[in-house]
């Protein structure tokens, strides 16, 4: 990014959050608008994850309210291929959309136990326009892609520099706030060993982090999280006082795909 052009813009279209329930997965996964010029000055925009159609509307709405609509969305980046992340990438048929090559190849044989990408998720992908980025890959000058392995087979992150530092867009490498804390990943679909690794990647290298499922946050020299967005959700349908309903405010123990070994076994 050469000194004139102006530093590439980080919006949150729709926040992230980590609640789940007794009854099922609730996953809701941050969405991001990133704003820059391309290398030839013209604007770009960037969607990071475009979410599942539980939030269809509220996407489309959040993006209303920016006096945007999909058809301004010059390219789609998904973080990784998990079902509550891509469903809504039919919105933007007209795009390009950006996908590291080992979650394209791992889609195409899921592991049988892998709940969160099932086999039609190779049906959503050949729908698309997709495009393959790696390690290292610039997207617009000042974003570019960082390889964060485990969670998934092919989870990226996207890191945006701008005057506040390296903003780094996790997905679901770093989930929660408190996993750069504890360096426990909740959920692995892939191999434990690199899901820590690319937690530790991602803390030591990133100024800000924006999380698959909770709200932006940096680390402060006390080794505290200091979010950067308030919480703000409504629970329709119930009310708090409903006999039989209650809250467990401890996150549930992290989970290994049973059978994940069998992708690193010799042919």
Same mark, same amino acid.
């Given at each position: ?7 590439? $813009?980080? @919006? ?29 000055? /013209?604007?770009?925009? +960037? !969607?990071?994850?475009?979410?599942? %159609? ?6 489309? @709405?959040?993006?209303?309210? $920016?006096?945007?609509?999909? &058809?301004?969305?010059? *390219?789609? %980046? ?10 809504? +990438? ?13 979650? $394209?190849?791992?889609?195409? $044989? ?26 290292? &890959?610039?997207? /617009? ?26 903003? !780094? +867009?996790?997905?679901?490498? !770093? ?5 750069? *804390?504890?360096?426990?990943?909740? *959920? %692995?679909?892939?191999?434990? @060993? ?44 119930? *009310? ?15 989970? %290994?795909?049973?059978?994940?070994? @069998? ?5």
């Amino acid at each position: 990014m050469s000194p004139d052009q102006a530093a590439p $813009r980080i @919006d949150v279209v729709l926040d992230g959050f980590g609640i789940n329930t007794s009854a099922g997965q609730i996953a809701m996964c941050e969405v991001v608008l990133i704003e820059g010029p391309g290398p030839d000055g /013209i604007p770009v925009r +960037i !969607l990071v994850d475009p979410a599942h %159609v539980g939030r269809r509307v509220f996407l489309l @709405d959040a993006l209303a309210g $920016r006096g945007l609509t999909p &058809a301004d969305i010059d *390219l789609v %980046v998904l973080t990784h291929a998990h079902w509550d992340h891509v469903q809504n +990438i039919d919105l933007f048929a007209h795009a390009p959309i950006y996908l590291h090559p080992d979650e $394209r190849r791992y889609c195409e $044989r899921p592991h049988p136990n892998d709940w969160a990408t099932p086999a039609w998720t190779a049906d959503i992908l050949e729908r698309a326009a997709v495009h393959e980025i790696g390690d290292g &890959a610039e997207l /617009i000058p000042g974003v570019g892609v960082v390889h964060l392995p485990g969670h998934s087979a092919g989870s990226i992150g996207i890191t945006v520099r701008s005057d506040q530092g390296l903003s !780094l +867009i996790t997905g679901d490498a !770093l989930h929660y706030a408190s996993v750069a *804390l504890s360096r426990r990943p909740p *959920l %692995v679909f892939w191999n434990p @060993d690199q899901a820590l690794a690319s937690i530790d990647r991602a803390v030591a290298m990133a100024d800000i982090i924006y999380p698959g499922h909770d709200q932006p946050f940096r680390l402060t020299g006390d080794r505290e999280v200091e979010y950067l967005r308030p919480f703000s959700l409504t629970i329709t349908g119930t *009310l708090a006082d409903r006999p039989g309903l209650s809250f467990y405010g401890k996150t549930r123990e992290p989970w %290994v795909m049973p059978g994940y070994e @069998d992708h690193f076994r010799p042919a």
